[in-house]
Protein backbone atom coordinates (compact mmCIF):
# COMPACT_ATOMS: atom_id res chain seq x y z
CA UNK A 1 0.00 0.00 0.00
CA UNK A 2 2.58 2.66 1.12
CA UNK A 3 4.61 1.55 -1.95
CA UNK A 4 1.31 2.97 -4.25
CA UNK A 5 1.19 5.86 -1.90
CA UNK A 6 4.59 7.03 -2.36
CA UNK A 7 4.39 6.35 -6.13
CA UNK A 8 1.15 8.90 -6.34
CA UNK A 9 2.31 11.37 -3.84
CA UNK A 10 5.98 11.57 -5.76
CA UNK A 11 4.06 11.86 -9.07
CA UNK A 12 1.72 14.37 -7.54
CA UNK A 13 5.23 16.45 -5.93
CA UNK A 14 6.25 16.66 -9.52
CA UNK A 15 3.01 17.96 -10.93
CA UNK A 16 2.30 20.36 -8.37
CA UNK A 17 5.84 21.58 -8.13
CA UNK A 18 5.46 22.75 -11.72
CA UNK A 19 2.08 23.69 -11.02
CA UNK A 20 3.41 26.28 -8.64
CA UNK A 21 5.76 26.98 -11.34
CA UNK A 22 3.03 28.13 -13.74
CA UNK A 23 1.26 30.11 -11.04
CA UNK A 24 4.18 31.76 -10.48
CA UNK A 25 4.77 32.66 -14.07
CA UNK A 26 0.81 33.40 -14.10
CA UNK A 27 0.94 35.73 -11.54
CA UNK A 28 4.03 37.57 -12.72
CA UNK A 29 2.38 37.78 -16.17
CA UNK A 30 -1.22 38.73 -15.07
CA UNK A 31 -0.99 39.69 -11.51
CA UNK A 32 -4.45 39.46 -9.93
CA UNK A 33 -6.92 41.32 -12.20
CA UNK A 34 -9.66 41.25 -14.43
CA UNK A 35 -7.26 39.30 -16.88
CA UNK A 36 -6.41 36.82 -14.19
CA UNK A 37 -9.87 36.04 -13.42
CA UNK A 38 -11.02 35.51 -16.99
CA UNK A 39 -8.44 33.22 -17.41
CA UNK A 40 -9.22 31.59 -14.26
CA UNK A 41 -13.33 31.25 -14.87
CA UNK A 42 -12.60 29.78 -18.24
CA UNK A 43 -10.42 27.03 -16.87
CA UNK A 44 -12.40 26.40 -13.82
CA UNK A 45 -15.79 25.53 -15.86
CA UNK A 46 -14.20 22.47 -17.07
CA UNK A 47 -12.49 21.43 -14.61
CA UNK A 48 -16.35 21.73 -12.79
CA UNK A 49 -17.50 18.95 -15.06
CA UNK A 50 -14.31 16.77 -15.35
CA UNK A 51 -15.22 17.00 -11.39
CA UNK A 52 -18.85 15.85 -11.82
CA UNK A 53 -18.54 13.31 -14.16
CA UNK A 54 -14.90 11.99 -14.10
CA UNK A 55 -12.06 11.73 -11.36
CA UNK A 56 -13.80 10.77 -8.37
CA UNK A 57 -17.30 9.70 -8.91
CA UNK A 58 -16.44 8.01 -11.99
CA UNK A 59 -13.41 6.33 -10.44
CA UNK A 60 -15.17 4.99 -6.83
CA UNK A 61 -18.38 3.15 -9.16
CA UNK A 62 -16.17 1.93 -12.20
CA UNK A 63 -13.27 0.19 -10.51
CA UNK A 64 -15.96 -1.68 -7.67
CA UNK A 65 -17.91 -2.30 -10.96
CA UNK A 66 -14.99 -3.54 -13.22
CA UNK A 67 -13.99 -5.78 -10.55
CA UNK A 68 -17.10 -7.46 -10.02
CA UNK A 69 -18.78 -7.91 -13.39
CA UNK A 70 -17.60 -10.91 -15.61
CA UNK A 71 -17.24 -9.37 -19.28
CA UNK A 72 -14.98 -6.58 -18.35
CA UNK A 73 -13.84 -5.62 -21.76
CA UNK A 74 -18.37 -5.17 -23.20
CA UNK A 75 -18.72 -3.36 -19.53
CA UNK A 76 -15.97 -0.97 -19.48
CA UNK A 77 -16.57 0.30 -23.68
CA UNK A 78 -20.03 0.70 -23.30
CA UNK A 79 -19.76 2.85 -20.05
CA UNK A 80 -17.20 4.59 -22.04
CA UNK A 81 -19.05 4.97 -25.54
CA UNK A 82 -22.16 6.32 -23.04
CA UNK A 83 -20.03 9.09 -21.15
CA UNK A 84 -18.27 10.13 -24.07
CA UNK A 85 -20.88 10.97 -25.89
CA UNK A 86 -22.57 13.02 -23.20
CA UNK A 87 -19.50 15.19 -22.69
CA UNK A 88 -18.98 15.64 -26.35
CA UNK A 89 -22.56 16.74 -25.98
CA UNK A 90 -21.99 19.37 -23.34
CA UNK A 91 -18.84 20.05 -24.91
CA UNK A 92 -20.75 21.51 -28.41
CA UNK A 93 -23.04 23.26 -26.35
CA UNK A 94 -20.81 25.14 -24.70
CA UNK A 95 -19.11 26.06 -28.12
CA UNK A 96 -22.36 27.18 -29.32
CA UNK A 97 -23.20 29.06 -26.42
CA UNK A 98 -20.03 30.04 -24.55
CA UNK A 99 -21.12 33.38 -23.34
CA UNK A 100 -23.99 31.73 -21.69
CA UNK A 101 -22.45 29.24 -19.50
CA UNK A 102 -19.32 32.25 -18.55
CA UNK A 103 -22.64 34.04 -17.05
CA UNK A 104 -23.63 31.18 -15.35
CA UNK A 105 -20.44 30.85 -13.53
CA UNK A 106 -19.44 34.61 -13.06
CA UNK A 107 -22.53 36.45 -12.78
CA UNK A 108 -21.19 39.33 -11.42
CA UNK A 109 -19.00 40.11 -14.51
CA UNK A 110 -20.38 42.92 -16.47
CA UNK A 111 -21.40 42.31 -20.41
CA UNK A 112 -18.17 43.47 -21.96
CA UNK A 113 -15.91 40.92 -19.69
CA UNK A 114 -18.28 37.76 -19.86
CA UNK A 115 -17.61 38.88 -24.08
CA UNK A 116 -13.97 39.10 -23.45
CA UNK A 117 -14.56 36.08 -21.63
CA UNK A 118 -16.86 33.34 -23.82
CA UNK A 119 -13.86 32.82 -26.27
CA UNK A 120 -11.38 31.36 -24.21
CA UNK A 121 -14.23 29.15 -21.93
CA UNK A 122 -15.27 27.29 -25.63
CA UNK A 123 -11.59 26.59 -26.29
CA UNK A 124 -10.83 25.57 -21.98
CA UNK A 125 -13.71 22.99 -22.34
CA UNK A 126 -12.27 20.83 -25.15
CA UNK A 127 -9.74 19.51 -22.35
CA UNK A 128 -12.95 17.91 -20.96
CA UNK A 129 -13.82 14.93 -23.29
CA UNK A 130 -9.82 14.36 -23.26
CA UNK A 131 -9.62 14.49 -19.79
CA UNK A 132 -12.75 11.95 -19.36
CA UNK A 133 -10.85 9.52 -21.26
CA UNK A 134 -8.24 9.51 -19.37
CA UNK A 135 -9.84 9.13 -16.23
CA UNK A 136 -11.18 5.79 -18.06
CA UNK A 137 -8.16 4.84 -18.88
CA UNK A 138 -6.42 5.20 -15.06
CA UNK A 139 -9.78 3.27 -13.81
CA UNK A 140 -8.36 0.19 -15.75
CA UNK A 141 -4.63 1.37 -14.87
CA UNK A 142 -5.53 0.99 -11.21
CA UNK A 143 -7.55 -1.92 -11.00
CA UNK A 144 -4.20 -3.21 -12.06
CA UNK A 145 -2.36 -1.50 -9.44
CA UNK A 146 -0.49 0.88 -11.78
CA UNK A 147 -0.62 3.80 -10.68
CA UNK A 148 2.65 6.18 -11.67
CA UNK A 149 1.30 6.70 -15.25
CA UNK A 150 -1.55 8.82 -13.58
CA UNK A 151 0.79 10.30 -11.24
CA UNK A 152 3.31 11.48 -13.16
CA UNK A 153 1.36 12.35 -16.32
CA UNK A 154 -0.71 15.63 -14.44
CA UNK A 155 3.10 16.75 -14.75
CA UNK A 156 1.73 17.30 -18.79
CA UNK A 157 -0.47 19.89 -18.64
CA UNK A 158 1.86 22.04 -16.12
CA UNK A 159 4.67 21.78 -18.50
CA UNK A 160 2.12 22.66 -21.53
CA UNK A 161 0.72 25.56 -20.07
CA UNK A 162 4.57 26.67 -18.50
CA UNK A 163 5.45 26.32 -22.35
CA UNK A 164 2.31 28.69 -23.40
CA UNK A 165 3.45 31.28 -20.43
CA UNK A 166 7.01 31.54 -22.02
CA UNK A 167 6.12 31.59 -25.53
CA UNK A 168 3.50 34.28 -24.91
CA UNK A 169 5.66 36.10 -22.86
CA UNK A 170 5.99 39.91 -23.29
CA UNK A 171 2.29 39.64 -24.98
CA UNK A 172 -0.88 41.56 -24.60
CA UNK A 173 -2.62 39.81 -21.40
CA UNK A 174 -5.73 38.95 -23.97
CA UNK A 175 -2.63 37.19 -26.26
CA UNK A 176 -1.41 35.53 -22.89
CA UNK A 177 -4.98 33.73 -21.97
CA UNK A 178 -5.47 32.65 -25.34
CA UNK A 179 -2.15 31.06 -25.15
CA UNK A 180 -2.93 29.17 -21.78
CA UNK A 181 -5.94 27.92 -23.15
CA UNK A 182 -4.50 26.40 -25.76
CA UNK A 183 -1.90 25.61 -23.49
CA UNK A 184 -4.67 23.55 -21.60
CA UNK A 185 -5.83 21.75 -24.72
CA UNK A 186 -2.27 20.48 -25.60
CA UNK A 187 -2.08 19.27 -22.19
CA UNK A 188 -5.03 16.91 -22.15
CA UNK A 189 -3.83 15.55 -25.46
CA UNK A 190 -0.35 14.83 -24.04
CA UNK A 191 -1.92 13.08 -20.96
CA UNK A 192 -4.82 10.63 -23.18
CA UNK A 193 -1.32 9.75 -24.99
CA UNK A 194 0.41 8.88 -22.03
CA UNK A 195 -2.11 6.65 -20.69
CA UNK A 196 -2.76 4.85 -24.50
CA UNK A 197 0.69 3.85 -24.08
CA UNK A 198 0.35 2.54 -20.47
CA UNK A 199 -2.68 0.74 -21.75
CA UNK A 200 -0.97 -0.53 -24.62
CA UNK A 201 2.14 -1.78 -22.13
CA UNK A 202 -0.15 -3.26 -19.51
CA UNK A 203 -1.88 -5.53 -22.30
CA UNK A 204 -5.36 -4.37 -21.95
CA UNK A 205 -5.29 -2.94 -25.50
CA UNK A 206 -6.51 -6.15 -26.13
CA UNK A 207 -9.20 -6.01 -23.91
CA UNK A 208 -10.56 -2.46 -25.15
CA UNK A 209 -10.37 -3.67 -28.81
CA UNK A 210 -12.30 -7.07 -27.87
CA UNK A 211 -14.83 -4.88 -26.19
CA UNK A 212 -15.52 -2.76 -29.23
CA UNK A 213 -15.79 -5.88 -31.56
CA UNK A 214 -18.41 -7.93 -29.40
CA UNK A 215 -20.70 -4.57 -27.68
CA UNK A 216 -23.45 -5.21 -29.93
CA UNK A 217 -23.38 -9.02 -29.79
CA UNK A 218 -23.27 -9.21 -25.82
CA UNK A 219 -24.74 -5.76 -24.79
CA UNK A 220 -27.80 -7.50 -23.41
CA UNK A 221 -25.40 -9.80 -21.15
CA UNK A 222 -24.32 -6.68 -19.24
CA UNK A 223 -27.52 -5.13 -18.61
CA UNK A 224 -27.70 -5.91 -15.16
CA UNK A 225 -23.96 -4.57 -14.62
CA UNK A 226 -24.50 -1.73 -16.74
CA UNK A 227 -27.84 -0.64 -14.52
CA UNK A 228 -26.40 -1.35 -10.95
CA UNK A 229 -23.70 1.10 -12.35
CA UNK A 230 -25.88 3.70 -13.24
CA UNK A 231 -27.97 3.54 -9.74
CA UNK A 232 -24.72 3.50 -8.12
CA UNK A 233 -23.17 6.57 -10.24
CA UNK A 234 -25.54 9.46 -9.95
CA UNK A 235 -25.68 9.64 -6.33
CA UNK A 236 -21.28 9.09 -6.32
CA UNK A 237 -21.45 11.68 -8.69
CA UNK A 238 -23.74 14.21 -6.49
CA UNK A 239 -21.29 13.35 -3.46
CA UNK A 240 -18.20 14.23 -5.31
CA UNK A 241 -19.59 16.80 -7.07
CA UNK A 242 -20.42 19.07 -3.83
CA UNK A 243 -17.47 20.22 -3.10
CA UNK A 244 -16.80 21.19 -6.80
CA UNK A 245 -20.59 23.24 -6.29
CA UNK A 246 -18.72 24.93 -3.51
CA UNK A 247 -15.89 25.84 -5.74
CA UNK A 248 -18.69 27.49 -8.30
CA UNK A 249 -20.56 29.34 -5.30
CA UNK A 250 -16.98 30.75 -4.18
CA UNK A 251 -16.12 31.82 -7.63
CA UNK A 252 -20.05 33.13 -8.27
CA UNK A 253 -20.12 35.08 -5.10
CA UNK A 254 -16.76 36.09 -5.24
CA UNK A 255 -17.24 37.95 -8.97
CA UNK A 256 -19.19 40.25 -6.82
CA UNK A 257 -16.41 41.20 -4.84
CA UNK A 258 -13.39 43.75 -5.76
CA UNK A 259 -11.63 42.88 -8.38
CA UNK A 260 -8.78 40.03 -7.96
CA UNK A 261 -11.13 38.28 -5.26
CA UNK A 262 -11.53 35.34 -7.59
CA UNK A 263 -7.50 35.43 -8.12
CA UNK A 264 -7.17 35.46 -4.51
CA UNK A 265 -9.14 32.01 -3.91
CA UNK A 266 -7.65 30.33 -6.58
CA UNK A 267 -3.92 30.83 -5.26
CA UNK A 268 -4.83 30.70 -1.71
CA UNK A 269 -6.55 26.91 -3.18
CA UNK A 270 -3.86 25.87 -5.05
CA UNK A 271 -1.69 26.26 -1.81
CA UNK A 272 -4.03 24.14 0.53
CA UNK A 273 -4.45 21.91 -2.29
CA UNK A 274 -0.68 20.70 -2.42
CA UNK A 275 -0.82 18.58 1.11
CA UNK A 276 -4.51 17.98 0.24
CA UNK A 277 -3.72 16.10 -3.16
CA UNK A 278 0.00 15.31 -1.52
CA UNK A 279 -1.20 13.32 1.17
CA UNK A 280 -5.31 12.84 1.03
CA UNK A 281 -5.87 11.48 -2.76
CA UNK A 282 -2.29 9.73 -3.36
CA UNK A 283 -3.63 7.73 0.00
CA UNK A 284 -7.33 7.52 -1.00
CA UNK A 285 -6.32 6.43 -4.67
CA UNK A 286 -3.59 4.19 -3.87
CA UNK A 287 -6.35 2.26 -1.01
CA UNK A 288 -9.91 1.80 -2.85
CA UNK A 289 -8.92 -1.02 -4.78
CA UNK A 290 -7.60 -2.81 -2.19
CA UNK A 291 -10.49 -1.79 -0.15
CA UNK A 292 -12.71 -2.75 -2.27
CA UNK A 293 -11.47 -6.09 -3.28
CA UNK A 294 -10.92 -6.59 0.35
CA UNK A 295 -14.70 -6.03 0.93
CA UNK A 296 -15.85 -7.61 -1.98
CA UNK A 297 -13.99 -10.69 -0.59
CA UNK A 298 -15.85 -10.47 3.09
CA UNK A 299 -12.77 -9.45 4.38
CA UNK A 300 -13.53 -6.40 6.39
CA UNK A 301 -10.52 -7.20 8.91
CA UNK A 302 -7.85 -6.93 6.52
CA UNK A 303 -9.66 -3.47 4.83
CA UNK A 304 -10.10 -1.81 8.57
CA UNK A 305 -6.43 -2.75 9.13
CA UNK A 306 -5.21 -1.07 5.97
CA UNK A 307 -7.77 1.92 7.00
CA UNK A 308 -6.14 2.26 10.28
CA UNK A 309 -2.15 2.62 8.60
CA UNK A 310 -3.54 4.82 6.31
CA UNK A 311 -5.40 7.16 8.95
CA UNK A 312 -2.44 7.64 10.90
CA UNK A 313 -0.17 8.38 8.30
CA UNK A 314 -2.67 10.94 7.03
CA UNK A 315 -3.38 12.28 10.68
CA UNK A 316 0.42 12.74 11.13
CA UNK A 317 1.23 14.90 7.72
CA UNK A 318 -1.80 16.62 7.44
CA UNK A 319 -1.71 17.90 11.15
CA UNK A 320 1.92 19.22 10.57
CA UNK A 321 0.67 20.57 7.44
CA UNK A 322 -2.12 22.28 8.92
CA UNK A 323 -0.43 23.94 11.11
CA UNK A 324 2.95 25.09 8.86
CA UNK A 325 0.30 26.82 6.42
CA UNK A 326 -1.61 28.69 8.89
CA UNK A 327 1.85 30.12 10.86
CA UNK A 328 3.57 30.31 7.63
CA UNK A 329 0.74 31.23 5.47
CA UNK A 330 1.97 34.71 4.61
CA UNK A 331 5.63 34.22 4.43
CA UNK A 332 4.48 31.04 1.66
CA UNK A 333 2.54 33.54 -0.41
CA UNK A 334 5.23 36.15 0.02
CA UNK A 335 7.84 33.50 -1.24
CA UNK A 336 5.34 31.91 -4.25
CA UNK A 337 3.22 34.66 -5.57
CA UNK A 338 4.90 38.55 -5.02
CA UNK A 339 6.99 39.42 -7.52
CA UNK A 340 5.65 41.19 -11.04
CA UNK A 341 2.06 41.97 -11.27
CA UNK A 342 1.29 40.47 -7.91
CA UNK A 343 1.08 43.17 -4.79
CA UNK A 344 1.91 43.34 -1.52
CA UNK A 345 -1.71 43.88 -0.96
CA UNK A 346 -2.20 41.13 -3.34
CA UNK A 347 -0.20 38.79 -0.57
CA UNK A 348 -2.21 39.92 2.26
CA UNK A 349 -5.40 39.13 0.62
CA UNK A 350 -4.40 35.63 -0.25
CA UNK A 351 -2.88 35.11 3.29
CA UNK A 352 -5.94 35.93 4.61
CA UNK A 353 -8.25 33.20 2.12
CA UNK A 354 -5.20 30.68 2.60
CA UNK A 355 -5.52 30.53 6.48
CA UNK A 356 -9.36 30.12 6.34
CA UNK A 357 -8.49 27.15 3.61
CA UNK A 358 -5.93 25.57 6.11
CA UNK A 359 -8.02 24.92 9.34
CA UNK A 360 -9.98 22.63 7.33
CA UNK A 361 -7.24 20.57 5.95
CA UNK A 362 -7.39 17.32 8.25
CA UNK A 363 -11.05 16.81 7.94
CA UNK A 364 -10.86 17.26 4.27
CA UNK A 365 -8.38 15.24 3.68
CA UNK A 366 -9.48 12.33 6.65
CA UNK A 367 -13.11 12.70 4.64
CA UNK A 368 -11.74 11.55 1.61
CA UNK A 369 -10.40 8.53 3.46
CA UNK A 370 -13.25 7.40 5.06
CA UNK A 371 -15.93 8.29 2.06
CA UNK A 372 -13.64 5.54 -0.04
CA UNK A 373 -15.23 3.12 2.86
CA UNK A 374 -18.76 4.05 2.04
CA UNK A 375 -18.32 3.85 -1.60
CA UNK A 376 -16.50 0.21 -1.26
CA UNK A 377 -19.35 -1.14 0.20
CA UNK A 378 -22.39 0.47 -2.10
CA UNK A 379 -23.39 3.23 -0.24
CA UNK A 380 -23.11 5.93 -2.60
CA UNK A 381 -27.02 7.01 -1.31
CA UNK A 382 -25.68 7.63 2.18
CA UNK A 383 -22.70 9.61 0.98
CA UNK A 384 -24.72 11.76 -1.43
CA UNK A 385 -27.10 12.95 1.52
CA UNK A 386 -23.53 14.17 3.92
CA UNK A 387 -22.29 15.77 0.40
CA UNK A 388 -25.72 17.49 0.38
CA UNK A 389 -26.01 18.76 3.87
CA UNK A 390 -22.48 19.81 3.90
CA UNK A 391 -23.14 21.83 0.90
CA UNK A 392 -26.37 23.31 2.38
CA UNK A 393 -23.97 24.33 5.40
CA UNK A 394 -21.53 25.69 3.31
CA UNK A 395 -24.10 27.78 1.42
CA UNK A 396 -25.61 29.70 4.98
CA UNK A 397 -22.25 30.23 6.09
CA UNK A 398 -21.06 31.54 2.94
CA UNK A 399 -24.13 33.93 2.95
CA UNK A 400 -23.47 35.10 6.11
CA UNK A 401 -19.73 35.26 6.10
CA UNK A 402 -19.40 37.31 2.35
CA UNK A 403 -20.47 40.73 4.26
CA UNK A 404 -18.70 40.77 7.31
CA UNK A 405 -15.16 38.53 5.87
CA UNK A 406 -15.29 39.45 2.61
CA UNK A 407 -13.35 36.95 0.11
CA UNK A 408 -11.60 34.84 3.33
CA UNK A 409 -14.96 34.07 4.42
CA UNK A 410 -15.85 32.42 1.39
CA UNK A 411 -13.00 30.10 2.27
CA UNK A 412 -14.00 29.84 5.62
CA UNK A 413 -17.67 28.90 4.93
CA UNK A 414 -15.87 26.25 2.89
CA UNK A 415 -14.22 24.79 5.65
CA UNK A 416 -17.42 24.63 8.06
CA UNK A 417 -18.94 22.64 5.37
CA UNK A 418 -16.21 20.44 5.04
CA UNK A 419 -15.93 19.96 8.80
CA UNK A 420 -19.74 19.04 8.85
CA UNK A 421 -19.02 16.24 5.87
CA UNK A 422 -15.98 14.73 8.06
CA UNK A 423 -18.50 14.27 11.12
CA UNK A 424 -21.26 12.71 9.45
CA UNK A 425 -19.04 10.32 7.38
CA UNK A 426 -17.57 9.16 10.78
CA UNK A 427 -21.26 8.69 12.44
CA UNK A 428 -21.97 6.46 8.96
CA UNK A 429 -18.45 4.56 9.12
CA UNK A 430 -19.59 3.61 12.62
CA UNK A 431 -18.39 5.96 16.24
CA UNK A 432 -17.19 2.56 17.59
CA UNK A 433 -15.32 1.59 14.61
CA UNK A 434 -13.52 5.31 14.74
CA UNK A 435 -13.16 5.09 17.86
CA UNK A 436 -11.35 1.87 17.51
CA UNK A 437 -8.79 3.39 15.07
CA UNK A 438 -8.09 6.22 17.47
CA UNK A 439 -7.49 4.07 20.56
CA UNK A 440 -3.82 4.02 20.15
CA UNK A 441 -0.76 5.38 21.80
CA UNK A 442 -0.47 7.49 18.46
CA UNK A 443 -2.53 9.96 20.25
CA UNK A 444 -0.25 11.52 22.69
CA UNK A 445 2.67 11.37 19.72
CA UNK A 446 0.28 13.39 18.19
CA UNK A 447 -0.34 16.06 20.46
CA UNK A 448 2.93 16.30 21.96
CA UNK A 449 4.33 16.72 18.71
CA UNK A 450 2.01 19.19 17.52
CA UNK A 451 2.59 21.23 20.09
CA UNK A 452 6.17 20.90 19.96
CA UNK A 453 6.26 21.91 15.89
CA UNK A 454 4.16 24.78 16.81
CA UNK A 455 6.79 26.42 19.28
CA UNK A 456 9.49 25.65 16.47
CA UNK A 457 7.46 27.23 13.70
CA UNK A 458 6.41 30.55 15.69
CA UNK A 459 10.17 30.73 17.26
CA UNK A 460 11.37 30.59 13.17
CA UNK A 461 8.53 33.06 12.05
CA UNK A 462 9.71 35.47 14.35
CA UNK A 463 13.28 35.08 13.66
CA UNK A 464 12.92 35.36 9.65
CA UNK A 465 9.66 37.94 9.46
CA UNK A 466 12.19 41.15 10.20
CA UNK A 467 14.50 40.11 7.57
CA UNK A 468 11.86 39.57 4.69
CA UNK A 469 8.96 42.12 5.51
CA UNK A 470 10.81 44.71 6.94
Request: a positive charge; proline letters at 2%.
Amino acid sequence: MFKAIFTNSFGILISRILGFVRDLLTASALGANIYSDIFFIAFKLPNLFRRLFAEGAFTQVFIPAFARTRHKAVFSVNIFFVFVSIILLITLLVNLLPALFTKAIAVGFTHKTIEIAAPYVAINFWYLPLIFSVTFLSGMLQYKNHFATTAFSTALLNLSLIGALLLSHNKEESEIIYYLSIGVVVGGILQLIAHIIAIYNMGLMKLLFGGVKYLSVKSKIIKKDIQKFRRHFFPAMWGNSTAQVSAFLDTFLASFLATGSISYLYYANRIFQLPLALFAIATSIALFPKIARYLKNNDEAKAKENLKKAFWFLTFVLTASTIGGIILSREITWLLFQRGAFTTSDTANTTAVLQMYMIGLLPFGLQKLFVLWLYAKEMQMQAAKIATLSLGVYVVMALSFISPFGVAGLALASTLGGLVSFIFTIRTFGLSNFMEIIRSKYTIYLLIGAILFTFILLALKSFVEPFIFS
